[in-house]
């Protein structure tokens, strides 16, 4: 089936189309204030640790509605919470440079981090919900590659945002730069509302050849709701467990790239914030290459050689060498070679997107919403504990320690993944105990 035929003949892959966008917008909303830091900082007299206390907020409200989202997803339906969470995320991203307008000092300094922390929270839900939305629409068999496709939209997204903001500051001003890309979310927000639908059983759009194509369970019912006994079950499991570690670990290395690489280039390798801010635009490009092969490379090893080990062999291979490249960025004696080494290894840890997400949906099945929200409080809280000490780092010359660590956190991200079953789901662990006799 090819691209094209997929989109005129299937509605998952126009649904999916729609997520992606989705998570094109939710990174531009989050990475602009990065790069617009660099003017933020002298104009409005912040220092580098208050812009790390404001992205930090963001990560707050980020990781604590993770989970809460997936619950509410599972309560309510995604096609009414991407709605909502679309709209109060655009608020605060417009209120974010309109804010200095009318505040200045510690009350703007205050409204920034709460405008953060509310976008954080507006966006927590988008990829426990869009995983949930995977699961009912898509087979099994392709979760891994459509999960690294929308970690190559968001990629992409911060890929352009970079230059794109750089380039209107220089113009326009940081604000003006912040404010007028946020506008086209509106209309996607109304596009979804309209032609978005929980469930491939739910759209009119569906034909009974799309249906046969489809897993049993997926149109043998609707996506059930929310359940806390189904919960209490999923929290102990060993393999969410180990996957929630280890995603908290990678994204240490996820946050420090994609959220510190510009000023690194800046501040350390000397160069313009024009150069700085397309330079900065080619680890995100590679990363979004990276988390399409990456995807399509875990399906095509669950196929070979079982579900077990095909996800587990790009994670075991791919981490470690993103370590070792951290590593050669760093100690690059040229700029350029600096980023040569961030971009393949921003691409060598985004491999594993797939791995990771298609894994839990493997053991969580219809409990998706809820199972990714607690990967992603993990990969998360990798930036809530990560960009402090990051920018505490950064802030004293440290780069090196900070690269250093990142380092040291992807091998343990890779040993985590020898532990994670997902031939083993959580709807079987569960039928096996209650077969038991008590």
């Not at 990475?31 to 992205?55: D, F, H, N, R, Y």
């Not at 092969?293 to 981490?319: A, N």
Request: glycine share 10%.
């Amino acid at each position: 089936m090819t691209p094209a035929y997929a989109l005129l003949h299937r509605v998952r892959w126009r649904i999916f189309g729609l997520l992606f966008a989705f998570a094109c917008i939710a990174y531009f909303q989050q990475k602009g204030v990065t790069v617009a830091a660099a003017q933020m900082m002298p104009q409005l007299g912040l220092s580098q640790m208050q812009i790390g206390w404001i992205e930090s907020a963001f990560l707050i409200g980020y990781a604590v509605f993770q989970l809460p989202g997936g619950v509410i997803g599972q309560w309510f339906g995604g096609r009414s919470v991407f709605v909502v969470i679309g709209l109060v995320a655009f608020l605060a991203t417009v209120f974010t440079p309109l804010a200095p307008v009318v505040l200045s000092g510690t009350g703007l300094f205050a409204v920034l981090v709460g405008l953060q922390l509310l976008l954080g929270l507006a966006q927590g839900p988008v990829f426990p919900v869009s995983s949930g939305i995977m699961e009912a629409w898509f087979p099994s068999a392709q979760w891994a590659l459509i999960q690294g496709l929308q970690v190559m939209g968001l990629q992409l997204a911060s890929a352009v945002t970079p230059p794109l903001i750089a380039s209107l500051m220089g113009t326009l001003g940081w604000q003006q730069a912040l404010f007028w890309p946020a506008l086209p979310a509106l209309g996607l927000i109304a596009l979804w509302g309209w032609y978005g639908r929980n469930s491939p059983l739910e759209h009119p759009g569906v034909t009974p050849e799309e249906l046969s194509e489809l897993d049993a369970c997926a149109v043998s019912e609707s996506q059930p709701s929310f359940s806390w006994r189904r919960l209490i079950s999923i929290l102990p499991d060993r393999s969410i467990l180990l996957l929630t570690f280890s995603y908290l670990s990678m994204n240490y290395v996820f946050y420090l790239i994609g959220n510190w690489c510009f000023l690194y280039l800046v501040q350390v390798r000397h160069l313009s914030i024009v150069e700085s801010g397309w330079l900065a635009a080619a680890p995100p490009l590679a990363a979004a290459l990276g988390a399409g092969i990456g995807g399509q490379v875990s399906g095509d090893l669950c196929r070979r050689l079982g579900v077990k080990w095909g996800f587990r062999l790009v994670p075991l291979v791919s981490l470690p060498a993103s370590g070792l490249l951290l590593l050669a960025a760093v100690y690059s004696p040229s700029a350029y070679g600096a980023v040569t080494a961030l971009t393949l290894c921003y691409a060598t840890l985004e491999l594993n997107e797939g791995p990771y997400w298609a894994a839990t949906m493997y053991v969580a099945r219809t409990d998706t919403m809820s199972a990714t929200g607690i990967l992603n409080t993990g990969g998360v809280l990798g930036g809530v504990i990560g960009i402090p000490i990051v920018a505490f780092l950064s802030g004293h010359g440290h780069w090196a320690a900070a690269f250093g660590i990142g380092t040291i956190v992807a091998v343990l991200a890779a040993v985590a993944w020898l532990g994670v079953d997902a031939t083993r789901p959580l709807e079987a662990s569960s039928l096996s105990e209650k077969a038991e006799p008590a």
